[in-house]
């Protein structure tokens, strides 16, 4: 029951950006204890800043929303998104999947394609490509070095930035915070957006995975002009205006419904 009620309470703070306890302990059926108890509990698990009467988000430009809150929203957004970027991979291909909870997605859409080569620094990815049961054997999983980073799990870091400079990719799958026709791609961590732009000059085609929320936005840490990406894959509900400032700065832009997101192949 915790577990609903908190999922609940981070909803509610992603719809509106901040909740308050007596409206919150009405909606849940709970007392005010109650609510400020799991406001407690969210705030030391770092999904939220607790303030007088209720609780704000702590994200902004420089701080994203918690990997477990990601990673529990728009799911089917994100399956229709991977699935259309695992359709560019070929048999033999050698592939870097970036962080994110979108780019990890991807790992149940590679099935029926041999003798790939999976480069990452992200232990989430990596496990999930080492236990997937969609992948052909054999292929082969390269994981770079690097110091982990709480939360998202990513390595970063003078040894990955090493391991990534010595690679040389077919594509690369890169998620990010923001894609903005001005600001080009950015996102919310510099250490992560350094790994990232590596990324960038060591992929012959470089596709970047966004929904529709990360449209416009501008974040902390330049990664890539857009003159430096080759396809921006994204979701049917992004904002027209938003998409066609892409287009006309050259990106080539795809669009899926989620409606049609695929369970795996």
Do not use: C
Not at 2 to 22: N, Q
């Amino acid at each position: 029951m915790k577990g609903g009620r908190h999922d609940a309470i981070l909803e509610a703070l992603e719809a509106s950006g901040t909740v308050e306890v007596t409206i919150l302990a009405k909606q849940l059926g709970v007392s005010e204890i109650t609510v400020r108890r799991d406001l407690l509990e969210l705030e030391s698990a770092g999904y939220l800043r607790r303030v007088h009467g209720g609780a704000m988000r702590t994200t902004g430009r420089a701080f994203d929303r918690p990997y477990l809150v990601r990673e529990r929203q728009d799911t089917a957004t994100k399956r229709a998104i991977a699935a259309a970027a695992a359709r560019l991979v070929k048999s033999g291909d050698a592939i870097a999947l970036d962080s994110g909870t979108t780019v990890l997605n991807m790992v149940d859409f590679l099935g029926g394609l041999a003798n790939l080569t999976l480069v990452t620094a992200n232990l989430r990815t990596a496990w999930t490509v080492a236990n997937s049961r969609t992948l052909l054997r054999p292929f082969r999983l390269i994981v770079s070095g690097g110091v982990v980073r709480e939360d998202e799990l990513s390595m970063v870091g003078a040894s990955a930035l090493s391991h990534y400079r010595k690679m040389r990719v077919d594509i690369a799958f890169i998620g990010v915070g923001g894609v903005n026709a001005k600001a080009g791609i950015t996102d919310y961590n510099l250490d992560d957006a350094e790994l990232k732009r590596v990324l960038v000059e060591s992929a012959r085609r470089v596709v970047i995975l966004a929904d529709r929320s990360k449209l416009g936005n501008e974040n902390f840490a330049q990664v890539a002009e857009l003159s430096e990406i080759d396809m921006l894959i994204t979701d049917s509900g992004a904002d027209p205006a938003l998409v066609k400032s892409l287009r006309d700065a050259g990106v080539e832009v795809q669009q899926v419904d989620p409606a049609d997101a695929p369970d795996g192949r």
